[in-house]
């Protein structure tokens, strides 16, 4: 599940990103059908435009089922202790959810790769926190946003994984707001705008594949 989470603009961003942390994460962490939870704070880059900013942070959880998502909100400790804490930093008429289906298309790098010794090193599960670019596709352009060139894409791009998830039709049968969203994950920020800038035409793809689409770089902090 992804909460694409929105700022007020009478919150100041560091308490957006402070509060998120604590104490409502601390609090979050603790809802019983949360098999994992990052948060993923928004970081500015020269790569992206304004839009990059539409949403402050992105609440990553994992759920074991469609049912257990659609009671999400219901959750007794939700309800408790996190419900009520949302107004106080979330947009929420702003705020967007989508439950959806991963795939993973590039899971880690490859060792027998040429990468240097640094990115075969690289796990997504052996640091807590980690650097990725968030895309949520809500209108596909000329060329759709899923195809078999993305693996590809994201090799040129210099990613070290490379995951890209649908909307759980259980869940939204009628639809999500977003049709798609692509993670594409580096060592650190500098280690990203490198490798885009050793490419810049597979960045112009990637931003310029959807018709409509949010896209930003986040640190992804994983609580558990």
Not at 183 to 205: I, Q
Request: include cysteine; hydrophobic fraction near 40%.
């Amino acid at each position: 599940m992804f909460g694409a989470i929105p700022r007020p603009p009478h919150v100041p961003v560091q308490f957006f990103h402070d509060h998120w942390r604590h104490p409502h994460g601390t609090l979050g962490r603790h809802i019983s059908t949360m098999r994992g939870y990052v948060q993923s704070h928004q970081v500015h880059t020269d790569l992206l435009g304004p839009d990059q900013t539409r949403f402050e942070g992105v609440a990553e959880v994992n759920i074991d089922s469609a049912a257990d998502a659609a009671w999400f909100g219901e959750e007794p400790v939700y309800l408790r202790d996190v419900k009520d804490d949302e107004p106080n930093f979330v947009d929420l008429p702003a705020l967007r959810w989508i439950f959806a289906e991963e795939e993973i298309l590039v899971s880690s790098p490859d060792l027998r790769s040429d990468a240097s010794a640094g990115d075969k090193a690289w796990r997504i599960d052996n640091r807590p926190t980690t650097f990725k670019v968030i895309q949520f596709i809500e209108q596909d352009g000329a060329i759709p946003w899923a195809d078999d060139t993305d693996v590809a894409l994201g090799h040129r791009l210099g990613a070290l994984r490379h995951v890209r998830s649908r909307p759980s039709p259980a869940v939204h049968p009628d639809g999500a707001f977003a049709i798609g969203v692509r993670e594409l994950w580096w060592g650190s920020k500098t280690h990203m705008e490198t490798c885009v800038a050793a490419d810049m035409d597979a960045w112009r793809e990637l931003i310029g594949r959807p018709a409509v689409a949010t896209t930003l770089c986040a640190n992804a902090e994983r609580f558990f």
